[in-house]
């Protein structure tokens, strides 16, 4: 793929298909990262959400660029299949708590996908079963309920083809070794070691994205953040979760020269 195109020349209703926004996602997380630590700037904490977890590994060494993006370009591949497979889709709901989380447990052809913060989940799942949450959300418990522009139904069962192609594009990935600290999605948890991430890479694919438990296992020494490219979504979800000093989602290298660390 050439990504130069991609990210310069390619229309946005063309970028947005799953396996090509995956590659460009990533390519501007790298370049901000590169844009980063040539500042002398090299954070020690590294967070990423779904395929930010690609870019934090590549950042933290135990990838290099070239199989990071090799493994994006196959897990978007593998997506976008499945998803042609079985339709499925993504609905945000807000406004609920840990009693009527457990609703949505019970819902079929439903799951979580991404629980974002205590009130803020999103889910997965078929189109008729998203159908009743969007109907019935205020009866579930939840004060709105928001359909997601995406082309399946990530990080749920219905991604099981997907996660068969990314185990063999994993089985002979080449791995490093990092003195970065990473905390994984999938429980919340820091994890350094390459067999481990192996395994947490192959979950993340139909498990829930545990980004607020992520969060909360940032210890209380971070009092900064800095969200690299592409936007400020983690930026809002954090500050949401606990309190920061500081936090910036700069949007060029002017920008980013600005954020002290």
Excluded: C
């Amino acid at each position: 793929m050439d990504v130069a195109t991609l990210l310069l020349d390619t229309p946005t209703e063309d970028v947005v298909r799953t396996d090509r926004a995956q590659i460009a996602t990533f390519a501007l997380s790298m370049i901000s990262w590169h844009d980063l630590i040539s500042q002398g700037r090299r954070p020690k904490y590294l967070l990423g959400h779904s395929l930010g977890e690609f870019s934090a590994l590549t950042a933290a060494g135990l990838l290099t660029v070239s199989e990071g993006a090799r493994l994006i370009g196959i897990r978007g591949a593998a997506m976008a299949d499945a998803a042609e497979r079985t339709a499925g889709t993504m609905v945000a709901v807000m406004g609920g708590d840990v009693a009527t989380r457990a609703q949505l447990d019970a819902l079929e052809n439903v799951w979580v996908a991404n629980i974002n913060g205590t009130g803020q989940i999103v889910l997965s799942g078929t189109a008729d079963g998203l159908a009743v949450v969007l109907e019935q959300h205020k009866e579930l418990g939840w004060k709105r309920a928001t359909p997601l522009p995406v082309g399946g139904a990530f990080h749920s069962p219905l991604m099981s083809s997907a996660q068969e192609r990314l185990d063999e594009a994993l089985a002979t990935t080449t791995w490093g070794t990092t003195e970065h600290v990473l905390i994984a999605n999938v429980d919340g948890r820091v994890h350094t070691e390459a067999n481990e991430w192996q395994e947490l890479l192959s979950r993340q694919l139909t498990s829930p994205v545990e980004f607020l438990d992520a969060t909360l296992a940032l210890p209380e020494e971070v009092t900064k953040t800095i969200e690299l490219a592409p936007g400020s979504v983690l930026t809002g979800l954090t500050k949401r979760i606990r309190d920061f000093a500081e936090q910036a989602a700069p949007a060029s290298y002017a920008e980013m020269k600005e954020y002290v660390l």
